[in-house]
T-cell receptor, first 112, second 114 residues
């Protein structure tokens, strides 16, 4: 798997600032993308998703941007709070195999 | 409440023993999945099932076995053939195994070899 043996990159952000977490995907045929949040010792929770016919989608305090030209996905979290501390995973669906392909994850640390 | 229930939350296994992790969902989802997560790393797919009485190997199936006799249940057995089973195991489900479906996770089970 793509994420085997990798240790998580870390992003440190000041409380109240905006966070931007990035993810690159490799397959231009992927048509569905999801961001998950995983708190320590828990299962991942769905945050937001986007389909390949969209460039941007907004949720509550979160925005996902999709750039198909460079195969890049980002998650923006506005006014970061201590409760946002977690590992964030992107996942892509390549359609045919009915499975999600997971990114390596990014650990978000909030500085007080 | 609807959801995915994994049990036990913590499990200790002696070397050479088989252990079974339970996963039950009452979401009426067709597809179910088992992932393994090692500390500080991402998710790796062990097995998945798209429908009752059918399952497929994922990326790291060696040393594991599953069954899908009921729609609601997808137990994972970690066999003695799995040489390094200490990890966090996550069960998940999705409504149907087609493109564009979000999958939902249980709370995970910690397995430690002693």
């Amino acid at each position: 798997g793509e994420n085997v043996g990798l240790h998580l990159p870390t992003l440190s952000v000041q409380e109240g600032d905006n966070s931007i977490i990035n993810c690159a995907y490799s397959n231009s045929a992927s048509d569905y993308f999801i961001w998950y949040k995983q708190e320590s010792g828990k299962g991942p929770q769905f945050i937001i998703d986007i389909r390949s016919n969209m460039d941007k989608r907004q949720g509550q305090r979160v925005t996902v941007l999709l750039n198909k030209t460079v195969k890049h996905l980002s998650l923006q979290i506005a006014a970061t709070q201590p409760g946002d501390s977690a590992v964030y995973f992107c996942a892509e669906n390549r359609g045919r195999n009915y499975q999600l392909i997971w990114g390596a994850g990014t650990k978000l640390i909030i500085k007080p | 409440d609807g959801g995915i229930t994994q049990s036990p939350k913590y499990l200790f296994r002696k070397e050479g023993q088989n252990v079974t992790l339970s996963c039950e969902q009452n979401l009426n989802h067709d597809a179910m999945y088992w992932y393994r997560q090692d500390p500080g790393q991402g998710l790796r797919l062990i097995y998945y099932s798209q429908i009752v009485n059918d399952f497929q190997k994922g990326d790291i199936a060696e040393g594991y076995s599953v069954s899908r006799e009921k729609k609601e249940s997808f137990p994972l057995t970690v066999t003695s053939a799995q040489k390094n089973p200490t990890a966090f195991y996550l069960c998940a489900s999705s409504p149907y195994p087609n493109s564009g479906n979000t999958i939902y996770f249980g709370e995970g089970s910690w397995l430690t070899v002693v």
